[in-house]
């Protein structure tokens, strides 16, 4: 039987790169997207994996489409935490909003599918769960508090919960990857991008199927005693 892997944010940039990869391994891929239905249904048609819309900071949301999901497709054996957004701004100018709507959806979106996946994951003793963090959350960024907090607890949340599945033969790890090639890095002004461009070691934005390679090792049986790390994946930009 193939396995069957949720992507959350899977239609488009990183998380597209990563439902491609797993689909070339025999994986029964199904995308979670955002809003962009249009975007979704392009993606569906030209890849032939199904999409599913939902909020990932939506607890209900990620519990019903789950059960969608295994009702179509069976139980959930891999998941890997994409969908992120930014709301940049320094902290005289960030709302509260702003500040709430990135916890809510990068870091609260992990522990909604793992609340959704992981105790079916650790029922039947096989799991993978791949948490999309950030250089940024590593290093901290200047104009994302917001974002760097998030994705510095998903790093945090990455190593507590994979020493919960270990003995379930359920590994989570995360992945931090520097800028990427994406429309999310295309929205950071030319002239910044540049500077950040500078000062990557390889000299060049990476690819999202750089990452996509990352998670389908993670995913595979041969990354079964990999658990609770963080694997860097930036051109060189941030050694730790
Ligand atoms: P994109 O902005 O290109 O795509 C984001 C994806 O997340 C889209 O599929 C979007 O859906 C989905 N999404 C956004 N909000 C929600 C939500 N509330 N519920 C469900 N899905 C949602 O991002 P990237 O591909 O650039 O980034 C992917 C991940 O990698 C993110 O977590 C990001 O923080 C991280 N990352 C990216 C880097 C980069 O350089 N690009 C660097 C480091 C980390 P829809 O299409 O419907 O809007």
Redesign the pocket.
Known sequence: MAKVAIV?????????AISLALKDMGITVVA??????A??KEFTDRTGIPAY??????HEACLAGCEAVVKEHGPIDIVVN?????RDGTMQRMSCDDWNEVIR??LG?CFNMAKATYPGMKDRGWGRIVN?????GQAGQYGQVN?AAA?SGIHGFTKALAQEGARSGVTVNAI??????????AAVPPPVLEKIVAKIPVGR??Q?SE?ARGVAFLCSDEGAFITGSTLSINGGQHMY
């Open positions: 959350t944010g899977g239609t488009r940039g990183i998380g597209e979670n997207y955002g809003g962009n239905a975007k979704a819309q939902w909020d990932v900071g939506d994409n969908a992120g957004i930014t959806v990068n979106g999309i963090g950030s250089i940024n974002y994705k931090a990857p520097g800028y990427i090639d994406t429309e999310m890095v934005l990476g999202a990452i």
